[in-house]
């Protein structure tokens, strides 16, 4: 069964709470995550909540990484979807684990954009010649 994109849920519990509350460590960690999975950034915006807490989002060419932290908890929730086969998000998850200090983390695996089944591989970036005609 072949997909368009790999989209990863990352549970990080038990991380360094300095870390998760800092603006600028959470997103250099996100941004540097994407370049370590040789991911394409296209945009970058985050912001800081009061009293403490950051969401955030890497815009890749291949799709995203977002984030929210909750310092006061030692959690924070990612996402990590990448289109394509080329952008490897097991790296970008590795990364952050080891950068925001996760003592446990969890991973869940989901493949988006499972449209044939007929286990042909569908192409990340397509030409008029190989658009899908949608189902009916």
Request: hydrophobic letters at 45%; proline letters at 5%; aromatic letters at 6%.
């Amino acid at each position: 069964m072949h997909a368009l994109g790999t989209h990863l849920l990352v549970e990080l519990r038990d991380c360094n709470p300095e870390i998760l509350k800092d603006l600028n460590k959470v997103k250099n960690a996100m941004v540097a995550a994407a370049m370590e999975a040789k991911a394409t950034i296209v945009d970058i915006s985050f912001h800081e909540f009061n009293p403490f807490g950051i969401s955030g989002m890497v815009v890749i060419a291949e799709s995203h990484l977002s984030i929210h932290t909750w310092p006061e908890y030692s959690y924070a929730a990612v996402d990590i979807f990448t289109c394509g086969d080329v952008i490897k998000p097991e790296v970008a998850s590795s990364f952050l684990i080891e950068q925001f200090e996760c003592k446990s983390s969890s991973i869940v695996e989901i493949k988006r954009g499972i449209l044939s089944h007929d286990n042909k591989k569908l192409p990340h970036k397509v030409s008029p010649s190989t658009i899908l005609e949608p189902v009916v």
